[in-house]
């Protein structure tokens, strides 16, 4: 059973930091891209940031580009997002979920999610 | 960035209605497109793919259609666990980018 943990979520300044992981289990995570896609409360869906299978391609939102850093160990099954300068509008839930969005596997699974909340 | 335009953005329904959501996006993204339902408090979940693959375990009664720009979820007979908000997504290019949403709710 494929099943994807988030945790590191938390109440954190404005202009502070916070590193969210994702802790995977039930697949060969080395074989699949991965995802952030983040919900502001009572909002829709955003996607975050993607990684390749091996790191090699990473894409990110422009809401993020230059603040968060997503990267992953395969050795531990997980997935990682460093996020940096937090603001206002960083406020959400932070999913994690698997697959390539250039293939079916797009957003197949995903994690409970972990609360991000940007307040002073 | 490809708009995914979704409507309508809520709608009242019974117990046993056909309901039809549309997604429109604003380039064509081939069959590229998913779609999702969420229920309160709860994680999304993928009920289609590829435009028109329904997700192992999700009921028959849930389908999809469309190609290009023009896409359609459909529940043949609505039942009660089916409210909930749904959600289109398109993965053809970089940013994957999600319609804005359709809340179902009981009439």
């Known amino acids: 059973e494929v099943q994807l943990v988030e945790s590191g979520g938390g109440l954190v300044q404005p202009g502070g930091s916070l590193r969210l992981s994702c802790a995977a289990s039930g697949f060969t995570f080395s074989d699949y891209s991965m995802n952030w896609v983040r919900q502001a409360p009572g909002k829709g869906l955003e996607w975050v940031s993607s990684?390749?299978?091996?790191?090699?391609?990473?894409y990110y939102a422009d809401s993020v580009k230059g603040r968060f850093t997503i990267s992953r160990d395969n050795a531990k099954n997980s997935l990682y997002l460093q996020m940096n300068s937090l603001r206002a509008e960083d406020t959400a839930v932070y999913y994690c979920?698997?697959?390539?969005?250039?293939?079916?596997?797009?957003?197949?699974?995903w994690g409970q999610g972990t609360l991000v909340t940007v307040s002073s | 960035d490809i708009q995914m335009t979704q409507s309508p953005s809520a709608m009242s329904a019974s117990v046993g209605d056909r309901v039809t959501i549309t997604c429109r996006a604003s380039?064509?993204?081939?069959?590229?497109l998913a779609w999702f339902q969420q229920k309160p408090g709860k994680v999304p979940k993928r009920l289609i793919y590829?435009?028109?693959t329904l997700q192992s375990g999700v009921p028959s009664r849930f389908s999809g259609s469309g190609s290009g720009t023009e896409f359609t979820l459909t529940i043949s007979s609505l039942q009660p666990e089916d409210f909930a908000t749904y959600y289109c997504l398109q993965h053809n290019s970089y940013p994957p980018t999600f319609g804005g949403g359709t809340k179902v709710e009981i009439k």
């Open positions: 979920a698997r697959g390539y969005c250039s293939s079916t596997s797009c957003l197949d699974y």
């Open positions: 590829a435009a028109s």
């Open positions: 380039q064509g993204i081939s069959n590229y």
């Open positions: 990684i390749s299978s091996g790191s090699s391609t990473i």
